[in-house]
């Protein structure tokens, strides 16, 4: 099975601009998951809202028209859907998509941004907080948990280009890392890391109004986790640096 992950920066200019149906042709994936949609199905096109051979599920924001936004695109239905994770000022802002399948849960998640004000960063802290006594709550019930999508933090000095000068900026703030320590304390493996311990310079998310692409100036901050234990059903995993259509990459993992 192979499952996608992608912040499309606006789902409907990703459509537009031609870049929605070369993921799935090329890639042929099980499982979509696109953050930051900005969009509801019904401003789509019933041939991408309801694509052929896909069920397809949307969360948005209940605040702002064009604001954040998930979904999910799935080749074998789910056995349920659930729309964010029962705590209103967190789902209101359309950001999470739960799906169970048989042998696993698959959480879709856009985390916020706490770029724009101090009140965003305890916002995304408080968000952070909720959404890990989610997924731990999942564990306990002996579920095997998969979570996806753009967290909005590198964790380590590792995960992007140029850290000694982002240590004040959000997304790289010992604050927001530490929490991602947190994560990892809690049992919860970095599928990307897992496999890759010492690889450098993969980014997924670059700068577009410093060309910090063609430079390979980046942060990785779209990740894929997984509960220890269930590590070993994961056969690979691929950063599609190349596929362009926002200023994120997508990423596939691909599991047993």
């Known amino acids: 099975m192979k499952i996608i992950s992608w912040n499309t920066n606006g789902l409907r200019a990703t459509i537009n601009n031609g870049y929605f149906t070369p993921l799935f042709s090329f890639n042929n994936p099980d499982i979509v998951c696109f953050q930051e949609t900005k969009c509801e199905p019904e401003q789509l096109d019933e041939s991408f809202s309801n694509l052929k051979g896909y069920n397809s599920y949307f969360s948005f924001s209940k605040l702002r028209k064009g604001y954040s936004g998930v979904a999910i695109y799935s080749k074998v239905k789910p056995l349920k859907v659930e729309y964010g994770f029962g705590i209103k000022e967190f789902d209101d802002e359309g950001r999470t998509i739960v799906a169970y399948y048989k042998d696993f849960v698959l959480v879709n998640c856009y985390f916020p941004n706490a770029g724009v004000s101090p ?107 997984t509960n220890e234990s269930f590590m070993k059903k994961v056969k690979s995993f691929k950063t599609l640096s190349d596929y362009m259509g926002s200023d994120h990459c997508p990423i596939m993992i691909e599991i047993k």
């Not at 900026?169 to 927001?176: C, D, Q, S, V």
């Open 119 to 225: 009140e965003r960063l305890k916002y995304k802290l408080e968000f952070y907080d909720a959404f890990l006594k989610y997924i731990n709550k999942l564990k306990s019930r002996d579920l095997n948990v998969i979570f996806c999508g753009d967290v909005n933090t590198a964790h380590n000095e590792i995960d992007l280009a140029r850290p000694k000068a982002n240590e004040n900026n959000t997304g790289f703030l010992r604050i927001e890392r530490d929490w991602m320590d947190k994560l990892v304390k809690n049992g919860w493996a970095d599928i990307f890391r897992s496999l890759n311990p010492e690889m450098k310079e993969v980014y997924t998310y670059w700068d577009m109004k410093t060309f910090a692409r063609s430079r390979n100036v980046g942060w990785r901050i779209d990740y894929f986790f």
